[in-house]
């Protein structure tokens, strides 16, 4: 059905959405810019450009006559199945909850999270939770007052959760982690003191940083980033960002002694990027268009990030190109790269988590914050809870609440909701992975020489195209013949782990 | 007077008018970006959001209610010297321009200059001026009709002028200019083949990029640029642009064997970027917080190019610092690098020009778009009344319409009466060059030291803090005590020669 022939309410919510989101790209171009080349002195400035930007963009998108216009498409009845349908569907949904919640507590919301990032920043540095306490229990409060507004089935959680992952609901995501958690503990046990013994410090040397820009650029080239429609920055905490539909930024950060810093963290965000750029353009600003849920999103990256780069196969064809631009490389095989950097190590900062330990952090982050949200958890026991947990997953003693319930951003920002896509995204990449391998022939050969076409295809014709077609777990079943499972990732990270168990008396 | 103390359609103009400065200002980024980093594939979604942003500006600046607001404001009669009196007088010009033009003109006028920019392009490329004539003939003639619109006492040219340069008529740019005119000529008969011989290529060398950035970094520190509040990228065409009151972004383009062209790209858009960090932070939004006008403009960044920039005593300070930089400025004394910065060439490129001659080109340009306004030459006849008047300035005989009419992008964009800017800001800036020395002591002996601080100061007070407090002409007479004048950049001109005509036999 051409855009032409759909009736006039239809058109006429096409233009809006169109609309609101050349604002809200406009906003993502400031928010980029903040975060990678912007002045110190402008930040209050460009704080209330973007206010501006944002605040105009939700008047647009909650103006009542959306909800007119949404019935008219509503009683007109759109196929289920078409792209039309869907996007009725997705922008009902936004807009009811959009327009669910009072601007008062929107705005309230705003405010406190704010203040509260502020705060918690100095908290983590000082390890002070005190000083953090009181905004966390003004965002659980004002979260909890979220979830009445938008409305649940089964628990107030479910109505957090929906907005980085629609359709999911807690008790789903209950049952995977409860399948998880075991074997990861199983997993990492079996692995401690028994792998090769390489670390990934084992890697450190001499790295400039224009021959990083060089490698990695090659890098991502091959695995299909278009460089004609994105480009690479420099930031403290490397995130991707889409200013368009042909216009992907990625960001990353190097260290100097060890290449692998920019690498990973530039195939984890190009990941995101493959995505953003396989989405349909011509459905740009419209939900077609736009990324499927954050645990997709996520799939994306942790697939290009650890079930391709983390492979021999990867450093099989890479190495020798590695060793052109970082001489300090000539003493590795690929089986050793590859194996210092699958190297098992619980820790306890999240962001310098192994792949197999990863999920136990996860899996911590939610269940406090289910308890939180649930009101089974009050936030004076946060650290408390943090630690107690931490030491039965980990069994180790967490030292300070810097590396304990200080660590991570998002609390600060109110995001309930959000740790868990994180899990379902390794679940889902592996799920993905399996699938594609399924499809089309021996994706390690491929890898091994550098040929990543086969595999992005399938992701482009599988995930990509759909955009927000489907809901999450939809796109899983239409993508891969189920929602999302345990098993694959399980299957995965005991073949990756046994690879690398080193044979007794190996060393390298 | 305090803002809370102004009547209350006075405080409702200041909000809308901050409102707009902040689309405004969203725009400039998305610009700056557009300029410096975009990938390439985004340029088509770029242009929809800018229009977007900038159709919605205009859209705001042009509501009735304005026109209401601001008779509110004329009733109850500011102070004339007073900041809200300019402000409102500000308003009040930019309205009625906007208000006057019919919107299918503005339409007409934008989507002419898109297409002819284009065609202009390639019209260069080729030099052909066949491929850009058509769109020239329409954009004059929307040109003249905006002209109609907006109204004029003399002549249609004004109406055009003082879209860039308010409150100045024809008349005295052309009184200006026919002073300037012989005396150009004389000075530049009397340097030719009498200076030194040292011309600007005898600079080059090796100058690695990198040692270019950091030298040019402390150059604009030392000169006073904030660092904090604003930097510095790289594009084709060096440019200058503000993304809000302390976010004044600078653009230069590298040469690796000739430091200058970076040096002196960099050191005219830091003369922009220092008047743009000396505006009125707290005026951010209104007409007081913003430049008076391209004239005044231009004369901030001729003054520490041209000014400071290529003295003896400048080089007296810099000369050592840079050969640290750069090992192949050895051979060379401060006097040998100004002769070979200072050196006058006639050139076909205005933008090549040296500083002498370059009013010549300024003078060509405003006399044929003059009579292309007013009726009394034909874009057919452009080519040739062009390349007559050239050969009558400077005695040679243009080659292809590339290296004559075809070469500045200015008319391709409609922008008939910038032009003379130009040269209203060199004679601007000998003037405002000479108060400071006259105010502050001897500037000439502090530039030798380093030290900026006295003339910096002096411009901040004179100049910067105003904003567009007074009209072009009256700011000149606050800071200087008479409206522009020929006088100080002839007798400016005139010592600078003199100062290196080269004694007889000597050789360096």
Redesign the interface.
Same mark, same amino acid.
Do not use: S
């Given at each position: 059905m051409q855009k032409s022939d759909t009736p006039v309410p239809y058109q006429t919510l096409l233009s809006r959405s169109r &609309?609101i989101a #050349? #604002?809200n790209? %406009?906003a993502s171009? #400031?928010g980029w =810019?903040q975060d990678t080349?912007?002045?110190?002195? %402008?930040e209050p400035? $460009?704080a209330?450009?973007l206010a501006?930007?944002r605040t105009w963009s939700h008047r647009l998108a909650t103006v009542p006559e959306i909800d007119d216009l949404l019935k008219a498409c509503e009683d007109y009845g759109f196929p289920h199945e078409s792209k039309e349908g869907a996007n009725v569907r997705e922008w009902r949904r936004d807009y009811n909850r959009r327009v669910k919640l009072p601007p008062q507590l929107v705005e309230d919301f705003e405010r406190t999270s704010s203040l509260a990032r502020a705060a918690w920043t100095v908290a983590r540095e000082k390890s002070d939770f005190e000083i953090f306490r009181e905004y966390l229990k003004k965002l659980v409060r004002l979260a909890r007052d979220k979830a009445e507004y938008w409305g649940y089935d089964e628990c107030m959680y479910d109505a957090l959760l929906a907005e980085f992952e629609p359709g999911m609901r807690t008790a789903e995501v209950r049952q995977l982690f409860a399948e998880l958690r075991p074997v990861i503990a199983n997993i990492s046990q079996s692995a401690i003191g028994n792998t090769s013994g390489l670390s990934r410090e084992s890697l450190r040397g001499k790295y400039p940083i224009s021959a990083q820009q060089a490698f990695n650029t090659k890098v991502a080239e091959a695995i299909g980033f278009?460089? &004609? %429609?994105? $480009?690479v =920055?420099m930031t403290a905490h490397p995130f991707s960002t889409s200013?368009?539909?042909? =216009?992907c930024r990625l960001t990353t950060r190097y260290n100097e002694l060890d290449f692998t810093v920019s690498l990973y963290a530039l195939l984890h965000e190009a990941g995101h990027g493959l995505y953003e750029q396989g989405l349909p353009s011509e459905d740009?600003g419209t939900p077609t268009g736009e990324p499927a849920s954050l645990g997709i999103h996520e799939s994306q990256s942790r697939l290009w990030e650890n079930k391709v780069g983390r492979t021999i196969e990867f450093w099989e064809y890479w190495l020798p190109i590695a060793r052109s631009y970082f001489p300090d490389l000539q003493r590795f095989s690929p089986e050793m790269v590859a194996a210092a950097l699958n190297h098992i190590s619980p820790s306890f900062i999240r962001l310098e988590a192994d792949e197999v330990t990863y999920d136990l952090h996860i899996i911590l982050r939610f269940e406090l914050e289910l308890r939180l949200i649930e009101g089974d958890l009050s936030v004076d026991d946060i650290p408390a809870a943090w630690n107690e947990e931490f030491q039965k997953l980990f069994g180790m003693v967490v030292p300070d609440d810097a590396h304990g319930c200080l660590q991570d951003v998002h609390w600060s920002l109110g995001s309930f909701g959000y740790f868990p896509t994180y899990t379902l995204g390794n679940l889902n990449s592996a799920q993905l992975f399996a699938k594609a391998c399924q499809n089309c022939g021996d994706v390690y050969a491929k890898i091994s020489e550098g040929d990543y076409t086969p595999l992005l295809v399938w992701l482009r014709k599988n995930v990509h195209a759909y955009g927000r077609r489907f809901l999450p777990q939809d796109l899983m079943q239409v993508a891969t013949g189920e929602s999302t499972q345990t098993r694959y990732q399980i299957d995965y990270l005991w073949k990756k782990v046994s690879r690398f168990l080193a044979p007794a008396g190996a060393t390298y």
């Open positions: &609309e #050349l #604002l790209t %406009a171009t #400031l =810019d080349y912007m002045p110190v002195k %402008a400035y $460009r209330d450009h501006y930007l278009n460089f &004609e %429609a994105g $480009r =920055d200013l368009g539909p042909q =216009d740009y």
